[in-house]
């Protein structure tokens, strides 16, 4: 068994994490919700912008985001290059299985989301593993587009008579 201290098998550095945004441009977001108020779906819509194709996985929806949404992730179609989790940390297991069958090559599990199991799992099958991280923070943090509140709104300028 693996100890919650054991994570020497995650991509935690900040050269591992620009590699994969920088490298890795096919995002399926397991448990993304239609409610533009749940960080699931502002995630989606942060990283969309920034021209990753999104694939919603959540079987309550036809569509997310003007892409069509997939009940599991051996429903997609075509290759996912992250895995990302919005989902309970017990259902891990079950996703990092899934994300290893349809070869994915990295599974990332959001703030708050570990299962070292299940992520020594997706290592020993080859993915690079990212846990315990927001990839739109992570993306804002790296690439620029950071600001006050966690987004770039561009309503807070330095510029004189800026309204």
């Not at 920088?22 to 699931?40: D, E, F, L, M, Q």
């Not at 994915?104 to 990212?130: D, F, M, R």
């Not at 309503?155 to 309204?163: A, E």
Request: with cysteine; aromatic share 8%.
């Amino acid at each position: 068994m693996i100890s919650s201290m054991d994570t020497k098998f995650r991509a935690d550095d900040t050269h591992a994490i620009r590699r994969i945004l920088s490298t890795y441009k096919t995002i399926a977001i397991v448990g993304v919700s239609n409610s533009p108020h749940r960080p699931s779906y502002f995630a989606a819509k942060y990283m969309q912008h920034h021209g990753y194709k999104i694939i919603p996985v959540n079987p309550r929806y036809k569509t997310v985001l003007g892409e069509t949404c997939y009940e599991t992730l051996e429903a997609i179609p075509h290759a996912v290059d992250i895995v990302d989790c919005f989902r309970h940390k017990d259902e891990i297991p079950a996703l990092a299985a899934q994300a290893v069958a349809i070869k994915a090559k990295c599974l990332w599990l959001q703030l708050s989301i570990e299962n070292p199991e299940a992520e020594a799992y997706a290592h020993a099958e080859g993915l690079t593993v990212v846990a315990n991280r927001c990839v739109k923070i992570e993306h804002a943090r790296i690439f620029g587009g950071l600001g006050f509140a966690g987004v770039n709104t561009r309503v807070i300028s330095s510029r004189r008579g800026y309204r």
